[in-house]
């Protein structure tokens, strides 16, 4: 790294012809330094950084640090700018926080400096003092992110580290953090992660006022929660506690169902037709392409023997049950409605 006067440096042939705002970023290199020095060539010609010096300019250095690269050729030198510009991995948005919180901390012991009573106006005379910008927007400014995008991200990485916050909050947050360093987009995330802190805090007052609605956070019915805590608001004493206990109830029932085996309803007929409706169009294919047996009978073993003989259990089964059934009826004298 070398000094040059300004005045020595080329600037030719730029592709670059908008700056963007030199204001902010003269205001950034004033306040914690030049951290890129442009890139020339052995020839002083400017191969990469013409806002750094345009800004140096606007703050009336007349000397500026650079960096001096071998590139000889022309085609080196459009490379070199384009590269400059282009071939640069951007911070997600967590590194970014990680920086502006470090730049930040820097920053505020000169801030505090700065606004103490009694130190002199840079400006003189009884004019008002110049606009310092905010030291949080300065340090969010080399990041590439706005301050406010550094803030959104910074709730979030607190919330998702602070071992106070409710699991699912915590979840939610590390979720939000993943997707904003996955995608680079921050806001979507953000809101995402608002509305469910929101829907948790609702929970988590709902169960404190009603434990018994505790069941449905460990069913992952959160709505059904919200519901019934928000019917519930509705009533007074003494209905209260009867809807109350009635709730405990079903929560009660529900439990015991799902621990209780389900019982033997005997086989399901509907599966069963759908079974034999499946062979006998399998049997009735094979008949007609290898011309074999000549009845359905006769081509159903083929198919599947071991179906066969589950189909003739039941309905060996249900015959034996109708003709029970029929017996019934006739020993009481009942007739069959048809």
Request: aromatic share 4%; charged share 30%.
């Amino acid at each position: 790294m070398t000094t040059l006067k300004i005045t020595d440096i080329r600037i030719e042939d730029r592709h670059r012809t908008d700056l963007g705002d030199i204001n902010a970023l003269a205001d950034s290199i004033k306040i914690v330094g030049l951290l890129h020095p442009p890139v020339v060539n052995a020839g002083f010609r400017l191969i990469a950084g013409e806002r750094r010096l345009a800004a140096v300019r606007s703050l009336g250095w007349a000397e500026v640090p650079v960096t001096v690269v071998d590139l000889s050729t022309a085609g080196e030198v459009l490379r070199g700018e384009a590269d400059e510009n282009t071939c640069r991995k951007a911070f997600t948005p967590s590194e970014a926080e990680t920086i502006a919180s470090a730049i930040e901390a820097a920053l505020k012991p000169a801030a505090k400096e700065r606004q103490s009573p009694g130190r002199p106006a840079k400006n003189g005379g009884n004019l008002p003092p110049l606009k310092q910008p905010k030291t949080r927007d300065v340090a969010a400014m080399g990041t590439g992110f706005s301050e406010k995008t550094i803030r959104s991200v910074r709730e979030i990485k607190a919330k998702a580290s602070d071992p106070s916050t409710p699991a699912p909050v915590r979840k939610q947050a590390e979720a939000a953090l993943a997707e904003m360093d996955r995608t680079g987009n921050v806001n979507g995330p953000h809101k995402e992660f608002k509305r469910a802190e929101t829907e948790a805090e609702r929970v988590i007052a709902a169960v404190a006022e009603f434990p018994e609605l505790q069941y449905y956070v460990g069913d992952g019915r959160i709505k059904d929660l919200l519901r019934l805590a928000t019917s519930l608001r509705t009533f007074q004493e003494p209905e209260l506690s009867m809807r109350r206990e009635n709730l405990r109830k079903t929560i009660a029932a529900e439990q015991r169902k799902a621990y209780e085996p389900e019982p033997d309803t005997g086989p399901d007929y509907f599966k069963l037709a759908d079974a034999i409706f499946q062979a006998a169009n399998t049997a009735a294919r094979l008949i007609g392409k290898s011309g074999g047996p000549t009845t359905i009978s006769e081509a159903i073993p083929i198919t599947d023997a071991l179906l066969v003989e589950q189909w003739r259990e039941q309905f060996e089964r249900l015959a034996s049950q109708s003709q029970a059934l029929a017996d019934t009826c006739k020993a009481n004298k009942l007739r069959i409605v048809r």
